[in-house]
């Protein structure tokens, strides 16, 4: 009788274990930003797509795909 208290706290501690590893992982993965860095790195995508093309450090084409990608990624991760 026991013998099985022990198996079963030993699977309850790892089950317990397995659950907290994964959350912490989850969490890790997730970023997290404040209002003011959302602003700022809308800022700074707003302005790379207004003078990149200006300042020529790509080529139109890449600008254009760049730019895009901006857009992108501002709207899927920077919502308001």
Not at 29 to 42: C, G, P, Q, V, W
């Amino acid at each position: 009788m026991i013998l099985l208290y022990i198996i079963i706290i030993a699977l309850l501690v790892i089950a317990v274990l397995v659950l907290s590893l994964s959350l912490y992982f989850y969490i890790r993965k997730s970023t997290y930003l404040t209002d003011k860095e959302k602003e700022f790195i809308d800022f700074v995508i707003d302005m790379y797509i207004q003078y990149a093309e200006e300042l020529e450090i790509h080529s139109k084409e890449q600008h254009t795909k760049i730019s895009k990608q901006l857009e992108e990624i501002k709207k899927k991760h920077l919502k308001k």
